[in-house]
């Protein structure tokens, strides 16, 4: 994971709508948090 790597504005706004009411996101806006998310983890140490 690169140290610049942030949220969208358009991304945090999913996630805040999501904390505030989970059943009213749509497929495309959780595929998008989805993949926020995984952009985000860090990286897996090579193995030896």
């Known amino acids: 994971?690169?140290?610049n790597e942030k949220s969208s504005p358009?991304?945090?706004k999913?996630?805040?709508k999501?904390?505030?009411d989970p059943g009213s996101?749509?497929?495309t806006?959780?595929?998008s948090l989805g993949g926020a998310?995984?952009?985000q983890a860090p990286d897996?140490?090579?193995k030896k």
């Open 1 to 3: 994971m690169a140290n």
């Open 10 to 12: 358009k991304t945090a």
């Open 14 to 16: 999913i996630a805040s």
């Open 18 to 20: 999501a904390l505030r």
């Open 25 to 27: 996101l749509t497929k």
């Open 29 to 31: 806006e959780i595929k």
């Open 37 to 39: 998310v995984l952009t």
């Open 44 to 46: 897996k140490p090579k």
